[in-house]
């Protein structure tokens, strides 16, 4: 790490990953539609109204409690003993030679009991300042996916998202090649509505 940090561009070279305009895994993730019943759509409808007047002024915790959070209550992530969602938590594994570490935002799993990550199938970074700077959240959430490919062993892809602000943007990892999506604005209604699709979407990918 101390030969690249989290430079974007550099990590991209350093590993041989090949970035795409387009994937036929995200075009079919980014296709996903949702229909939410009566109660979903009254909290969607406080979601909603949450981000258009403060998403872009919480601070990183405030962002994961207020809206994170939230976000993925409402895409029903979650599937005891099958999938779950964990925050903060440490990943290091050895990729082609180089030792590497991140803290994870959040991520989603395959759990163990007492509330342990074992298989990563998803990233997702919290706001940063602006892209490009040192702890730039595209390439702390690439270097996490390049550590979940050599923990996991199996040839699947590796999903992930960034947020900078408001805004996120889902990505995919497959093999050695890279490929991000437009981007999501969650203060409008029809993107939110998307990101919550995407990610209930995900939840059937892992499955």
């Given at each position: 790490?101390r030969?690249?940090?989290y430079?974007?561009?550099?990590?991209?070279?350093?590993?041989?990953?090949?970035?795409?305009?387009?994937?036929d895994?995200?075009?079919?993730?980014?296709?996903a539609?949702?229909?939410?019943?009566?109660i979903?759509?009254?909290l969607?409808?406080?979601?909603?109204?949450?981000a258009?007047?403060?998403?872009?002024?919480?601070?990183?915790?405030?962002?994961?409690?207020n809206?994170?959070?939230?976000?993925?209550r409402?895409a029903?992530?979650?599937?005891?003993?099958?999938?779950?969602?964990?925050?903060?938590?440490?990943?290091?594994?050895?990729?082609?030679g180089?030792?590497?570490?991140v803290?994870?935002?959040?991520?989603?799993?395959?759990?163990?009991?007492?509330?342990?990550?074992?298989?990563?199938?998803?990233?997702?970074q919290e706001?940063?300042?602006?892209?490009?700077?040192?702890?730039d959240?595209e390439?702390?959430?690439?270097?996490?996916?390049?550590?979940?490919?050599?923990?996991?062993?199996?040839?699947?892809?590796?999903?992930g998202a960034?947020?900078?602000g408001?805004?996120?943007?889902?990505t995919?990892?497959?093999?050695?090649?890279y490929?991000?999506?437009?981007?999501?604005?969650?203060?409008?209604?029809?993107?939110?509505?998307?990101i919550?699709?995407m990610?209930?979407r995900?939840?059937?990918f892992?499955?």
């Amino acid at each position: 790490m101390r030969n690249f940090g989290y430079n974007l561009g550099i990590i991209v070279q350093h590993f041989g990953l090949k970035v795409l305009k387009t994937s036929d895994l995200l075009t079919t993730w980014t296709q996903a539609d949702i229909n939410l019943n009566t109660i979903e759509q009254t909290l969607f409808d406080e979601l909603l109204a949450d981000a258009e007047e403060d998403s872009g002024y919480w601070n990183e915790e405030e962002l994961k409690i207020n809206f994170v959070g939230a976000v993925f209550r409402l895409a029903k992530v979650n599937e005891r003993e099958k999938i779950k969602v964990f925050y903060e938590r440490p990943l290091s594994a050895n990729v082609q030679g180089e030792n590497l570490s991140v803290i994870a935002d959040c991520l989603v799993a395959t759990p163990l009991p007492y509330n342990t990550p074992a298989k990563p199938y998803f990233f997702l970074q919290e706001f940063k300042k602006r892209k490009g700077d040192k702890y730039d959240p595209e390439a702390q959430m690439l270097i996490a996916m390049l550590i979940a490919q050599a923990m996991n062993q199996d040839n699947k892809p590796i999903f992930g998202a960034y947020l900078i602000g408001q805004n996120w943007y889902f990505t995919v990892l497959e093999n050695n090649t890279y490929c991000q999506s437009r981007q999501y604005d969650s203060k409008q209604k029809a993107d939110l509505l998307k990101i919550i699709a995407m990610l209930r979407r995900l939840k059937g990918f892992i499955l």
